[in-house]
């Protein structure tokens, strides 16, 4: 069956001298509902670097569904390990380019129109910094696919028991698109407008 939906999940590099609990906890549950997940068009992997994630991704196409698990905080999406973290994505001020832009062109090569990506980490779009790193990354996307990250602390409970994904019901998120824009012009790839999007809280 054709993947529909990737879930990635950060993964301590090699040698690190902590072992990351939480994201092993969730490979474990998706692992014990791998045959029911791939039935449904669900599948995923372990990524210790950006750079890894954006070689495993090229191996996708028309994704409606992007899930990065691992941590985060307002601002930045992480990816590695729990003593040698790499910035997968960061914004720091509003007119600075998006940190791993050319991942998210990477990414983007992999989704569908309409697809969703979400960023499964703590309160990664919360607060100014947080909704900043949504919107970049949508812009970066294109299109009409929409950004979604945490507004609360994430955790494995939130990938349900049963059925192995992870369950919005149980999260606060909040949601940035990159199109349904009025424009101003301070961030920019080649000077097009960057758009301001609507928001979305999600219980």
């Given amino acids: 069956m054709t993947v529909r939906h990737l879930i990635v999940i950060g993964e301590s590099d090699v040698g690190a001298n902590v072992p990351d609990h939480e994201m092993n906890e969730v490979h474990t549950r998706l692992g014990s509902v791998r045959n029911e997940l791939a039935a449904r068009g669900i599948a995923f992997v372990r ?25 985060s905080s307002p601002g930045v999406m992480f990816l590695g390990s729990a003593d ?14 998006l940190i791993g832009a050319r ?9 569908g129109p309409n697809a969703r990506v979400r ?6 779009g919360h607060g100014q910094l947080g ?15 929409v950004v979604f990250g945490s507004i609360c602390a994430i955790d494995p409970s939130h990938f349900h028991a049963i059925s192995g ?21 301070w961030y920019s790839r080649e000077n097009p407008p960057y758009p301001y999007a609507r928001s979305e809280y999600l219980e």
Wanted: proline share 3%.
């Fill in 131 to 145: 909704r900043l790193l949504l919107l970049k990354l949508a812009y970066e996307l294109g299109r009409q696919r």
């Fill in 84 to 97: 040698n973290a790499h910035v997968l994505f960061q914004t720091n001020r509003d007119k600075e380019p």
């Fill in 47 to 71: 990524c210790r670097t950006p750079r890894q994630l954006a070689s495993v991704i090229q191996g996708y196409q028309d994704l409606d569904i992007l899930d990065i698990y691992y941590h």
């Fill in 119 to 124: 960023l499964l980490g703590c309160q990664s």
């Fill in 165 to 185: 994904v992870f369950d919005c019901q149980r999260a606060l998120f909040s949601s940035l698109a990159a199109i349904d824009a009025v424009a101003p012009t």
């Fill in 103 to 111: 991942y998210a062109r990477t990414i983007e090569r992999s989704l």
